[in-house]
Nanobody
Framework: QVQVVESGGGLVQPGGSLRLSCVVS????????MGWYRQAPGKQREVVAA???????NYADSVKGRFTISRDNAKNTVYLQMNSLKPEDTAVYYC?????????????WGQGTQVTVSS
């Protein structure tokens, strides 16, 4: 059984920083792409950043230069370092992991963690 658990959200002032973590637990699988998504009230879920198992990354234009995604393959963990936070970054942030069992790939999601940027 695969579980995806995020942590690290909270309330921060504009210009501040937060670091999100996401751990994928279970056994018998490998993980391809991992990503962070966010969903603000009244808006669609959008991709924030993603990273392949080899370390290639991509970012939404709105967070380039401010957010950094990284992963520790040995720990099945992905991180999102968020700097220079803005009120428009306020959203629920979700972790996504593409998990491979033998030759089949499945997408798993965490429950989400709230990030609020406000003074």
């Amino acid at each position: 059984q695969v579980q995806v658990v995020e942590s690290g959200g909270g309330l921060v002032q504009p210009g501040g920083s937060l670091r999100l973590s996401c751990v994928v637990s279970g056994s018998g699988f490998s993980i391809n792409r991992m990503g962070w998504y966010r969903q603000a009230p009244g808006k669609q879920r959008e991709v924030v950043a993603a990273i392949t198992s080899g370390g290639s990354t991509n970012y939404a234009d709105s967070v380039k230069g401010r957010f950094t995604i990284s992963r520790d393959n040995a720990k099945n963990t992905v991180y999102l370092q968020m700097n220079s936070l803005k009120p428009e970054d306020t959203a629920v942030y979700y972790c996504n992991a593409n998990v491979v069992f033998s030759v089949r790939q499945y997408a798993y999601w965490g429950q989400g963690t709230q990030v609020t940027v406000s003074s």
